[in-house]
């Protein structure tokens, strides 16, 4: 299978409410990093992780390397949340990531 | 705040000619990367370079090269454009294993 699945592709919820996403790997990666593309294609960083949990506001994200999957957890969703999401995982230390092919996320009035 | 500069936005080419794409950035990281996200939107990590240590993505075809003439600049020449070079390319830059700052973006149509 892919090195990197993301769950689900697609995901609809109305402001305010809570949702997950999840990557899953076919090996043990060595760290993650979870990004957010808006609707003008800008990019920005919301995690790296080499293991364990961490949050920023409303967003927080686990690694677990061992059972092979990471999860983003959004709360609270808010319009500007609207985007696409993509997880990229690397099984080296040399930055060789291998990026998922991301959750559109729309966020509903 | 933009602190990751791309040029040019676009740039419309003809099969077979030599393109070169600017990246700069004000953050004094030490590690520059290039992307490329395809019409299909997926992403691929093209180069990063960590303190003069280039690391390459094996399936980057030998047409790109990647140029850096300090640490907060780098370049990505396409010697001889394919129209499956047609995507967006995305420059970033952080320090080693932390948070990345992406630039707007050069799109590239291959005609």
């Known amino acids: 299978g892919m090195p990197v699945e993301q769950n689900p592709p697609a995901l609809s919820l109305y402001e305010g409410a809570d949702s997950g996403l999840r990557c899953n790997f076919s090996?043990?990666?060595?760290?993650v990093q979870w990004f957010q593309q808006n609707h003008r294609g800008r990019l920005i960083t919301l995690f790296y992780l080499a293991q364990g949990t961490k949050e920023n506001g409303r967003l927080k994200s686990t690694f677990n390397s061992k059972e092979r999957y990471s999860t983003l957890h959004i709360k609270d969703a808010q319009l500007e949340d609207s985007g696409t999401y993509f997880c990229a995982a690397d099984e080296t230390n040399a930055y060789k990531v291998i990026f998922g092919k991301g959750t559109h996320l729309h966020v509903l009035p | 705040e933009t602190a990751v500069f791309q040029t040019p936005n676009y740039h419309v080419t003809q099969v077979g000619n030599e393109v070169s794409f600017n990246c700069k950035q004000t953050?004094?990281?030490?590690?520059m990367y290039w992307y490329k996200q395809d019409s299909k939107k997926l992403l691929k990590i093209m180069f990063s370079?960590?303190?003069?240590?280039?690391?390459v993505n094996e399936t980057v075809p030998r047409r790109f090269s990647p140029q850096s003439s300090d640490k907060a600049h780098l370049n990505l020449r396409i010697k001889s454009v394919e129209p499956e070079d047609s995507a967006v390319y995305l420059c970033a830059s952080s320090y080693w294993k932390d948070t990345q700052y992406f630039g707007p973006g050069t799109r590239l149509l291959v005609l």
């Open positions: 370079y960590n303190n003069k240590q280039l690391i």
């Open positions: 090996t043990t990666m060595k760290s």
């Open positions: 953050l004094g990281h030490d590690t």
